[in-house]
């Protein structure tokens, strides 16, 4: 079961949403250990060229995962009240929105110089061209807090699910894991 149903995630949803999930955490933990380097650390612009990378190819992801979602449509809510299962849906909303920023603040740190961002030496992504007075400075300071911010909403996303799962006792957890038949 590829797409997903009125009752479960398919497949593919479930495949996207571990794979960004680990690599946000990832990138995360990443990003906190670059910044701690100097510049004359033998891993500094290593870390910054994967981060990058990784970021863009995140990007990509993301940018398919909303369509998949589109097209795909989204089951049920488990359990739930009318408004828990909206606020659910507006805090998946307002992570959407988050990585969104946290996306455009790293590209526009990255071209702050005004050269491309290169992908994994097998492309290059280009860089606007305006900038503007403290791009790299004003575009971290947003990047980390961004950053800072959706890892907390992941922390309260994780504790939902738990909660459905240990509390609720229903399959809503269960259905990110894998695709459920329908009923």
């Not at 680990?22 to 933990?29: A, D």
């Amino acid at each position: 079961m590829f797409k997903n149903t009125t009752s479960s995630y398919g497949l593919v949803a479930i495949i996207l949403h571990w794979l960004m999930a680990f690599t946000i955490f990832g990138l995360f933990g990443l990003g906190l250990y670059m910044v701690e380097l100097s510049y004359y650390d033998s891993w500094y612009r290593d870390s910054l060229d994967l981060h990058k990378s990784i970021g863009i190819t995140l990007a990509a992801v993301f940018l398919f995962r909303i369509l998949w979602r589109a097209l795909s449509g989204q089951p049920k809510p488990l359990g739930s009240s009318k408004a828990m299962n909206q606020l659910a849906h507006t805090i998946h909303i307002v992570m959407y929105i988050i990585l969104a920023i946290i996306v455009v603040s790293g590209y526009l740190i990255s071209t702050a110089d005004g050269r491309p961002i290169e992908v994994f030496s097998l492309f290059n992504v280009s860089a606007l061209d305006f900038v503007f007075d403290e791009q790299a400075d004003t575009a971290g300071a947003v990047h980390y807090y961004a950053a800072c911010t959706l890892i907390g909403f992941a922390v309260l996303h994780v504790l939902g699910a738990l909660k459905h799962h240990f509390v609720d006792k229903d399959k809503t957890l269960i259905r990110m894991i894998k695709p459920l038949k329908d009923k």
